[in-house]
């Protein structure tokens, strides 16, 4: 198993270590409150762990969110399970992941049983068009207190801005991006003077091996018995083995993997129409938990549809395949690299990669949030290809004022009267029902 994390005694100041209760607490919060995709999440988290809490500092979280942008998979539920880790060792890092993510699976889980046996309900319909406002002021809130955080270097504002430039105009690949902003601050350095002690590896490779073996069998051995009772053709062995590829190749978290994995359930496999698959998606970018508990959504339709009698309890299942296959493997990167982590932050040269590393994902920050904000303010979105330039072009007459209505509110609530998420959620989700029922 994992080796327990040591104190750093260049981090002591100022840290206040919580009870495992009041942490599981804590964890069961954000979980609740985690509203707004990867980047609202991580600015969440940032707000409570590090500055109401203080259980992390400053560079660790901000060099912790640099290794989980490295990872395959969610990277905000990723960097929940390396604080709790950092905190409780083991059952602080599976507390804090699973906290952070069976709250908005409930959810999802209950929606999907919904849409799949009755449809669109205009309730939840109405809901969901408050939330899409308020989830975009809180990504952009997110956007400028990590900016705020990140850039302390011009050339790392440089990066960032070629970051935006490359992933939004020219469709770069996010691990290249990674990997080209590693080598540059690896080259570059941290030039900072740092006058905290050496710190000394808490790992050893056989230790890191262990991990890996478990977890490793945690991930695969509930699947491959799932496919050994319904047969290697079932849509449950499908779905296992697709979301299981999908958890080793989502690189960038979910947005980078959102159309590589529409295209698969919807043309190649036929589990799902694209009207469904933007349904879920909708349905993931408006509750609590990753944005990749899309996943869930598809798993649970997929099985639901295809599945077999009795259609409920195969859907039950299909969501139980997504959600393990999703997020069994994030328990194995973070378990068997969080030792590393406080080893990589010592040295100067990985820390200017990871430096580096964090204004890139502003950058993907910043493409996040201009792509969510053209499709939550336009109904109709293109994407064209001119001369090599990808531009995502809206149809200004399908504006939606009432959209940018709600999201004016929001963004006065939050950024400037300063209100709490949930408040603001409230607020925009009750505006958005008045506005559906009273016919506006």
């Known amino acids: 198993m994992p080796q327990e994390p040591t104190p750093n005694a260049s981090d002591a100041g100022g840290r206040s270590d919580p009870s495992f ?49 490295l990872l395959p998979g ?53 809901l969901f068009f408050g939330i899409k406002a308020a989830v975009l002021v809180i990504v952009i809130e997110a956007l400028l207190r990590i900016s705020r955080r990140a850039l302390k270097a011009s050339w790392h504002w440089g990066l960032a801005l070629l970051s935006f430039v490359a992933i939004f105009f020219l469709g770069a690949p996010f691990p290249l991006l990674i990997a080209m902003a590693a080598l540059i601050g690896f080259i570059v350095g941290d030039r900072s003077k740092d006058n905290a002690p050496p710190v000394q590896l808490n790992a050893s490779v056989a230790g890191t091996a262990r991990t890996v073996a478990v977890w490793l069998a945690i991930w695969i051995v509930p699947l491959a018995g799932l496919a050994a009772v319904f047969g290697r053709d079932h849509v449950l062995s499908q779905l296992s083995w697709f979301f299981s590829k999908l958890a080793v190749v989502t690189f960038g978290g979910a947005y980078a993997v959102l159309a590589y994995m529409g295209q698969d359930v919807v043309v190649r496999h036929g589990w799902l129409e694209a009207g469904q698959m933007m349904d879920g998606l909708g349905l993931a970018e408006t509750t609590p938990g990753p944005l990749i508990l899309v996943t869930e959504f598809v798993g649970y339709l997929a099985a639901y549809r295809h599945g077999g009698d ?58 996040l949030a201009v792509w969510f904000g053209l499709h939550v303010f336009f109904g109709k979105v293109e994407l064209v290809d001119a001369s090599g330039l990808k531009l995502w072009l809206p149809e200004l007459a399908t504006l939606d004022w009432r959209v940018t209505v709600l999201a004016l509110v929001s963004g006065y609530l939050l950024l400037w009267r300063h209100w709490g998420i949930a408040a603001v959620l409230g607020v925009a989700s009750g505006l958005a029902l008045v506005v559906k029922f009273s016919g506006i």
């Open 310 to 367: 009795p259609a409920l309890a195969m859907g039950l299942l299909g969501a139980f395949v997504a959600l393990w296959a999703t997020f069994a493997p994030c328990f194995l990167w973070i378990f068997a690299g969080a030792p590393y982590i406080e080893w990589i932050i010592a040295q100067p040269r990985l820390r200017g990669a990871l430096a580096a590393i964090t204004a890139a994902v502003v950058g993907v920050i910043l493409n």
């Open 21 to 69: 209760g009041e942490a599981f607490k804590t964890w069961t919060r954000i979980g609740l409150l985690s509203f707004g995709g990867p980047t609202a999440q991580i600015a969440l988290m940032h707000r409570i762990v590090v500055d109401e809490k203080r259980w992390l500092s400053e560079r660790q979280y901000l060099n912790a969110l640099s290794f989980c942008m």
């Open 74 to 126: 969610p990277e905000a539920m990723q960097l929940a399970t390396y604080a709790g880790w950092r905190l409780h060792g083991l059952k602080g890092g599976l507390a804090a992941g699973l906290m952070f993510v069976l709250p908005g699976a409930a959810v999802v889980l209950a929606l999907s049983m919904i849409y799949a046996a009755f449809g669109n309900v205009p309730v939840v319909e109405a």
